[in-house]
C-alpha cells in the first residue's frame, strides 16, 4: 500500500513533467533548438496566476486564463526576437541565447516579485480521496494533474495528426526548406509551436505551485531542466516520447526519494538521464539521424 | 615570398600570445604598486584571487567551449570536485606536512589531477553525444557531483577512513574519530593557503599550457574535429583521443580553480551559487563575451565581470538583468546570419573605400 | 598484386540495396573513374571503402590488407585518403594549418612537447612548416597559406582540400567529383593538375565525375555503376562504346 502511495504521487509529479515535457519536446522537433528558458515560462506562468488570483483576489478560472493568454504572448514574443534572428546560426550560439532568456525571466522575476518564497493557494478544490480504510491517500491535486494531463495528450495528438496546422507542424519539422516550397507559412508554424509549447508551460505551472505550493523565481529552473531530461528519455521530437518520458520521470524521482533517499533523488534523475543517453542516444521514442557524408 | 608568408604565420600566433602574456605582466606589476604603496582598497584586495579563479575557469572552459566546439555546462562540477579533494587533503595533513610551501603545491596537484581523472571518466561516454546532448549531460554531471557532495560523509579514527552516503552517525566510528567532510555543512578548516602570487602564478601556469596546446599539433587536431568532424576523421585523426584531451585539460585547470577557491575560505559547502550550473553559466558569458575561442578575451571578460559588479554594489539587483540582456545582445548581434552578412558588408565597403584613397594616394 | 582490390562489398539501408555485390581492382599508379547516374550508389562505394559506412558482405583489400568494416581513421592511416562531394574544409584555419592538419601522423611529438615547448616542437613544425609550403605551392596555393579557408574561392578549396588529402602520405587517393562546378578552363587545368599527382607523388587514384570530357580525358579504365551494381568495366573507351551504358545515362 505505501508503494502504492508513492506510485501514485510519482504518476501525478511525471504527469507535471510531461505537460512540460511536451513544449519542449514540440519546439524541439519543430524548431530543432533546445528552448533553456522553458522552465521559467512555468515559473511566469505561477507568477501571473498568482497575482491574478491571490493578489488581485480575481476568481482562479481568469487566474488560469491570464496564466495561459500571458505565457502563451511571452513565448511567441521570445520567438521572435531572440530566437528566430538566430536561425541558421550554430546551435552553441541559440542555446547560448536560450540560457541568455531565461536568466533574463528569472531576473526580472526577481526585481519585480522579490526573492522571498510566495505561499501558493491551491486552485484544485476538490477534497483528496481515502482508500482502503484511509491506508492510501490521493490528494485532490493528483487526481486533477492526471486527469489533465490526459486530455491534453489526447487533444494533442488529435490536434498534430488531424488538423492543418498540425500537419503543417509535421511538414517543418521534417525538411524547413520544403514545407516552406509546398507553401507552408514557416514563421507561423514555429511560432505557433512556441504558443501551445508555453501554454501548455503556463498550465504545468498552475499544477505544479499546486502540488508544491512555494513560488519563487528559481521554481522553474529546476523542472525545466528535469523535463528536458524527461523529453529525451523518450525521444526527442516524439510526442508519445515526452508522455512516457515525464511520467518515468516522475517514477523514479518519487520512488528513490520513497526508498533510497531524497537528498540524492535528483542525482538520480540525472544519473538516468546519463545512462539513457549513453546507451541509447536517440531515447525510447527517437529517430536515428546520421550526417550525410 | 613562401619564406615571408611562413614567418608571418609564425609571428602572427606568437606575438598575439605575447601580448596576452605582456598584459598579464602589466597587470601583476600595478598590483603589485598598489599594495606597496596601500592604495589598494580591502574590497580589492579581497577580489584578487577569485578574479584568478574566474580567469582560470574561463580560460579552460574555453578550450572546451571555443577550441573543441562542445558547449559544457558542467564545468563548475570539476571545479566542485578539485575544491573537495584538495581541502580534504589539507585537512587531513594540517598537521602532518606543516609548511604550507609544501603541502599547498601537493594541494593543487591533487585538485587538479583528480577533477581530470573525472574529467577522463566522464568524457568517455559523454563525448559521444553531440551538441545540445552533450550540454545537458554536463550539466547533469555538474549537478550530481554537487549533489553527492551534500550528502557525502568521510571521517577519520584510529581505524582509518569512514565513508557514508546518509550522516554522521552512519560513519560508526570509535568516539575519538573526526568528521572530516560534514554532508550539506562541508569542510571546514581548509588552511587558508591561498593567496595572490600563488593565484597570479597558477594564472600565467594555466594561460601558458592552453596557448600551447592550441599551438600544437594537438590543437590543430582538435580544431580540426570542431570544424569538420568528418573530414578530420578522413584524415587520420583520431576523434575520441583528441576530444578527450582537450576535456581533461580543460577539467584539470578547473580542479586548480577549485582548489584555489577552497583554499580561501574557511568553510567549504556545495551550494547552486557556488559549484551548481549557475555558475557553469557565469563562466560561460565570460568566454561567450570574451569571444569564443579568444583566450585573452576570456582573461579580460573574467577580470572585469568580476570587479566591475563589487564597484557597481548599488546596481548590484540589476547585475544578473545586465547579464542576460547583454548576453542575448552579443549572440544576436555575433551570431545572427543577417548581422553577419550585415558585418561582412560593411568590412567590404570600408576595405574598397580604402583601396580608393590607397589608389588616390598613388 | 592490383593495390586495390575490391570483391563482393555491398551494403543494405532497410530494405534498399544501394551497393550490391561491388567489385574492382585498380593497379598502383593507374588513374581509374567511377561513373554512373545520380543515385547510382558511388558516393556509397567511398563511404564503404573509407570506412564511414561498415559493408554487409564482401571486402577491400588494400595491398593485400583488408581495409573494408575498419573505422575512418585507421583507414586513412593504412593509406587512402579521400576528398568530398560537398567540400568539407576545416573552415576557422588557414590554408597552412590546414595542410598542417593532414601532417598529423607524419610529424609527430607529444603533448608534454607542445606544453612545454621542448625543442623538438620547434623542430618538428618548421619541418610541417616546410613540407606544407611544398605541397601548397604544387597547387599554387602557397600565396594564400595565411588565408582562412572559408575565405578561398571554390575552386582553390577544392585544390586544397586535395593538397590536405595527399599530405596524409596515402597509396590511395579517392576524389569524388572534383570539377563538380567548374567551368571548362578550370576542368582543364584540373585534369593537369591530377595527371601531375599521379605522377609526381607517383600516386593511384580513383576518381568520381560526372564530366565525361574529364573521364574520357584522363582515365585509363572505368567502372560503370548503376542501381548500385556494376553495369560494365574496362578500359574508358571501350566500356563508353557500350550499349547497355549508353541506355543507362541516356534512357531508351
Known amino acids: 500500500m505505501e508503494f502504492l502511495q508513492f506510485f501514485i504521487s510519482g504518476l501525478s509529479l511525471g504527469s507535471i513533467y510531461a505537460i512540460i515535457a511536451l513544449g519542449y519536446t514540440m519546439v524541439y522537433g519543430i524548431a530543432k533548438m533546445l528552448n533553456f528558458a522553458h522552465g521559467d515560462v512555468i515559473m511566469v506562468g505561477g507568477y501571473l496566476l498568482f497575482t491574478i488570483s491571490t493578489t488581485m483576489g480575481l476568481p482562479v478560472w481568469i487566474g488560469i486564463t491570464g496564466a495561459v493568454v500571458g505565457c502563451t504572448a511571452l513565448g511567441v514574443v521570445i520567438e521572435r526576437f531572440a530566437y528566430r534572428p538566430l536561425r541558421g546560426a550554430t546551435s552553441l550560439a541559440v542555446l547560448i541565447t536560450a540560457i541568455g532568456v531565461s536568466y533574463l525571466l528569472q531576473n526580472l522575476a526577481l526585481l519585480i516579485f522579490g526573492a522571498a518564497p510566495k505561499s501558493f493557494t491551491s486552485i484544485v478544490t476538490m477534497p483528496a480521496m481515502t482508500f482502503a480504510n484511509g491506508a492510501l491517500t490521493v490528494t485532490g491535486e493528483s487526481i486533477v494533474t492526471i486527469a489533465i494531463c490526459i486530455v491534453i495528450m489526447i487533444v494533442l495528438t488529435l490536434f498534430v495528426n488531424k488538423t492543418k496546422p498540425g500537419r503543417a507542424m509535421h511538414a517543418v519539422s521534417e525538411d524547413r526548406g520544403a514545407a516552406q516550397l509546398m507553401g507552408v507559412n514557416v514563421n507561423g508554424t514555429i511560432a505557433l509551436t512556441f504558443a501551445i509549447g508555453s501554454a501548455l508551460a503556463a498550465i504545468a505551472g498552475a499544477l505544479l505551485c499546486s502540488a508544491y505550493p512555494t513560488l519563487t523565481p528559481y521554481t522553474g529552473a529546476m523542472p525545466g531542466i528535469k523535463t528536458f531530461v524527461a523529453a529525451v528519455f523518450g525521444g526527442i521530437g516524439s510526442i508519445p516520447g515526452a508522455m512516457v518520458g515525464g511520467l518515468l520521470l516522475g517514477l523514479i524521482e518519487s520512488l528513490s526519494k520513497a526508498y533510497i533517499s531524497s537528498e540524492m533523488a535528483d542525482a538520480i534523475v540525472f544519473l538516468v538521464l546519463i545512462v539513457v543517453l549513453v546507451v541509447k542516444p536517440t531515447g525510447i521514442f527517437g529517430k536515428k539521424i546520421s550526417e550525410k557524408v | 615570398m613562401k619564406q615571408g608568408s611562413r614567418l608571418s604565420t609564425m609571428k602572427k600566433s606568437t606575438k598575439a600570445n605575447g601580448i596576452t602574456y605582456l598584459m598579464l605582466l602589466v597587470a601583476f606589476a600595478v598590483v603589485q604598486i598598489f599594495t606597496a604603496t596601500g592604495s589598494m582598497t580591502n574590497l580589492i584586495k579581497g577580489l584578487l584571487v577569485p578574479a584568478c579563479i574566474y580567469i582560470i575557469m574561463a580560460v579552460s572552459l574555453n578550450l572546451t567551449v571555443g577550441i573543441l566546439g562542445e558547449l559544457s555546462l558542467g564545468h563548475a562540477g570539476f571545479m566542485c570536485v578539485g575544491a573537495f579533494a584538495s581541502s580534504f587533503f589539507s585537512v587531513c595533513m594540517r598537521d602532518v606536512i606543516t609548511s604550507e610551501w609544501v603541502r599547498f603545491p601537493i594541494a593543487i596537484i591533487i585538485g587538479g589531477v583528480v577533477a581530470a581523472l573525472f574529467g577522463f571518466v566522464v568524457g568517455i561516454p559523454v563525448l559521444r553525444l553531440r551538441g545540445d546532448y552533450l550540454a545537458i549531460v554536463t550539466l547533469a554531471f555538474g549537478e550530481i557531483v554537487k549533489n553527492l557532495m551534500n550528502v557525502l560523509y568521510i571521517g577519520k579514527d584510529d581505524s582509518g577512513f569512514h565513508f557514508s552516503l546518509k550522516s554522521a552517525a552512519d560513519l560508526g566510528m570509535e568516539p575519538d574519530g573526526k568528521v572530516i567532510v560534514k554532508g550539506a555543512l562541508g569542510i571546514t578548516g581548509t588552511p587558508r593557503d591561498s593567496s595572490f602570487i600563488v593565484a597570479f602564478i597558477l594564472v600565467v601556469i594555466t594561460i601558458f599550457v592552453v596557448l600551447n596546446v592550441i599551438n600544437s599539433r594537438q590543437g590543430r587536431a582538435i580544431m580540426s574535429i570542431r570544424d569538420n568532424r568528418i573530414a578530420a576523421e578522413s584524415i587520420g585523426i583520431n576523434i575520441t583521443k583528441y576530444k578527450l584531451m582537450a576535456f581533461v585539460v580543460s577539467a584539470f585547470f578547473a580542479g586548480i580553480a577549485g582548489v584555489l577557491y577552497s583554499h580561501n575560505i574557511s568553510t567549504l559547502t556545495a551550494t547552486t551559487n557556488n559549484f551548481g550550473y549557475n555558475m557553469s553559466i557565469m563562466v560561460l558569458v565570460y568566454v561567450v563575451l570574451g569571444g569564443i575561442g579568444n583566450i585573452r578575451g576570456s582573461i579580460i571578460a573574467a577580470v572585469i565581470l568580476t570587479v566591475l559588479p563589487e564597484l557597481l554594489r548599488e546596481f548590484s539587483d540589476y547585475r544578473m538583468l545586465v547579464y542576460s540582456l547583454v548576453l542575448i545582445f552579443m549572440m544576436l548581434f555575433s551570431s545572427s546570419p543577417a548581422m553577419v552578412n550585415f558585418r561582412e558588408k560593411l568590412s567590404l565597403k570600408t576595405k574598397r573605400s580604402k583601396g580608393k584613397k590607397a589608389k588616390e594616394a598613388v | ?252
Not at chain 3, 586495390?4 to 551497393?19: H, M, N, R, T
Not at chain 3, 599508379?29 to 545520380?38: A, H, M, R
Not at chain 3, 625543442?119 to 618548421?126: L, M
Not at chain 3, 593538375?193 to 573521364?215: G, Q, S
Open chain 3, 1 to 252: 598484386m592490383a593495390l586495390l582490390e575490391v570483391k563482393d562489398l555491398s551494403i543494405q539501408f532497410g530494405g534498399l540495396k544501394a551497393v550490391d555485390s561491388f567489385y574492382l581492382k585498380i593497379e598502383k599508379n593507374q588513374l581509374y573513374g567511377l561513373i554512373g547516374p545520380n543515385g547510382a550508389g558511388k558516393t556509397t562505394v567511398f563511404n564503404l571503402l573509407t570506412g564511414v559506412y561498415k559493408p554487409t558482405g564482401g571486402e577491400a583489400r588494400l595491398d593485400g590488407k583488408i581495409i573494408s568494416g575498419k573505422k575512418t581513421a585507421d583507414v586513412n592511416k593504412m593509406g587512402v585518403a579521400r576528398t568530398f562531394q560537398n567540400i568539407r574544409l576545416f573552415n576557422n584555419l588557414t590554408v597552412l594549418d590546414n595542410v598542417k592538419t593532414g601532417l598529423h601522423n607524419q610529424t609527430r611529438y607529444s603533448l608534454a612537447t607542445s606544453i612545454l615547448k621542448l625543442p623538438g616542437y620547434f623542430k618538428k613544425e618548421a619541418e610541417m612548416d616546410k613540407r606544407a609550403m611544398e605541397l601548397l605551392e604544387v597547387f599554387e596555393l602557397h600565396n594564400e597559406a595565411d588565408t582562412l579557408a572559408c575565405n578561398l574561392p571554390y575552386g582553390k578549396q577544392r585544390k586544397l582540400e586535395i593538397a590536405r588529402a595527399l599530405a596524409t602520405n596515402p597509396k590511395l587517393l579517392l576524389l569524388d567529383e572534383p570539377a563538380a562546378g567548374m567551368n571548362p578552363n578550370e576542368t582543364q587545368e584540373l585534369m593537369d593538375t591530377i595527371r601531375f599527382i599521379r605522377d609526381k607523388f607517383d600516386m593511384t587514384i580513383l576518381l568520381i565525375e560526372h564530366d565525361m570530357r574529364l573521364v574520357s580525358g584522363i582515365c585509363e579504365e572505368i567502372t560503370v555503376l548503376n542501381f548500385g551494381q556494376v553495369l560494365a568495366s574496362g578500359e574508358t573507351s571501350e566500356v563508353l562504346k557500350n550499349p547497355e551504358v549508353i541506355t543507362a545515362y541516356l534512357g531508351e
